[in-house]
């Protein structure tokens, strides 16, 4: 098999990569071992305009929301499914002066609205809400049902391979890769967590951080809503939610804890007013990076060898703009940022 593109991975970052890729007319294969507790099949899929303690505007934003849900209305349109729902999420402000601060930090944000009485009233019997809360517009991308059907996609274009790639195997050369008998002039990674392996690419300075949620049924509680405090609830299916997340930066293994179920359980029982049951408890690892910055460039050395990985806790409103990105970078020679690409790093690979 002759290819344009072996990408390595299909979370998110490997999906939309892939899926750009072949709308720029080039032929593509992803190899890719399933593994249910990837860090993408556990997220939720926030788009979240704010975030963090400090209220913050996330990065680009203003530019890479419409981007994103372009993107996701194609698949959409493409695989037959829902993919992307635009969402409110209620912010449960959980004191006044945090409050003040987040009124402050939003003020002016066309994404920003307060929330009527009679909305605060619906949620009074469900959530406690002494202080109020605040709505901004947000959204969030189905991964549960986007990632099989893409995965579903590939395999009917014969464009997947399901298995794990064998490093000692792969021969690179000047004009591209040899895998057995596939050939690509381009092998792009997306393998999430497994880069910190990469021996290609472990001069960038990952940071591996484990996330831990859990899927709660909540009785009589239906809300097409994100409702957000120290924890945040997602809509699943009826009456249940996705409640995340935390940030482990050392863990010995990628087993769910008894200290952070406890953690994520005390923001519920912060939040919520009524009894819930744990369906589940699910953990994951993330790759991110020291500057939490996208990571994707081509090696210094070996320009055939690629790197679309760092996406973090935004990936899924940055996987579509930053994957256009990089694919402009590759196809039409297009600079990339300065704070995305892995050049930052090259001092460090030289050293």
């Known amino acids: 098999m002759k290819v344009d593109f072996l990408i390595i991975g299909q979370g998110i970052a490997g999906t939309v990569l892939s899926y750009t890729l072949m709308q720029a007319g080039q032929s593509v294969l992803v190899m890719d071992e399933y593994k249910p507790n990837s860090a993408s099949r556990v997220a939720a899929g926030v788009v979240n305009p ?20 372009k993107v996701y ?5 493409l695989l037959g499914i829902t993919v992307f729902k635009e969402r409110d999420i209620y912010n449960v402000l959980p004191s006044e002066q945090l409050k003040q601060a987040f009124m402050e930090r939003t003020a002016g944000l066309s994404y920003m609205e307060d929330p ?10 469900w959530l406690d809400q002494p202080f109020g809360a605040a709505i901004v517009k947000g959204g969030t991308v189905i ?5 099989p059907a893409w995965r579903d996609y590939l395999k009917a274009h014969n464009s997947l391979l399901e298995e794990r790639m064998e490093l ?10 040899t895998y057995g008998d596939i050939s690509a002039r381009y092998l792009i990674f997306c393998e999430g ?22 899927n709660v049924k909540v009785p009589g509680f239906s809300t097409p809503d994100i409702v957000k405090r120290s924890v945040s609830l997602v809509p699943q299916e009826e009456e249940t939610y996705w409640v995340g997340s935390t940030f482990a930066w050392d863990f010995p293994d990628e087993a769910p804890t008894a200290d952070k179920r406890e953690y994520l359980e005390k923001g519920l029982q912060q939040l919520l007013k009524v009894p819930y049951e744990v ?25 055939v060898l690629g790197i679309f990985n760092g996406l973090g806790t935004k990936g899924s409103s940055l996987a579509p703009a930053m994957a256009a990105e990089f694919a402009a970078h590759i196809l039409q020679k297009e600079p990339l940022r300065a704070d995305t690409d892995i050049k930052r790093f090259f001092n460090r690979y030289k050293g």
Do not use: C
Not at 56 to 66: G, L, Q, R
Not at 143 to 147: A, D, G, H, N, R
Not at 279 to 303: I, K
């Open 73 to 77: 209305r194609e698949l959409e349109a």
């Open 168 to 177: 000692f195997r792969l021969e690179v050369s000047a004009t591209g890769v």
């Open 143 to 147: 991964l549960s049902k986007l990632l």
């Open 116 to 125: 009527s009485e009679e909305r605060i009233a619906h949620y009074e019997q």
């Open 279 to 303: 369906v589940d408890h699910v953990a994951a690892v993330r790759p991110s990076g020291t500057d939490r910055r996208p990571m994707m460039g081509l090696h210094p050395e070996s320009p």
């Open 193 to 214: 967590a497994a880069i910190v392996n990469n021996p290609w690419f472990n001069y960038i300075p990952f940071l591996l951080n484990k996330g831990e949620v859990l």
């Open 50 to 69: 704010v975030s963090g303690r400090r209220f913050t505007v996330a990065w680009e934003y203003d530019a890479i929301y419409p981007v994103a849900v």
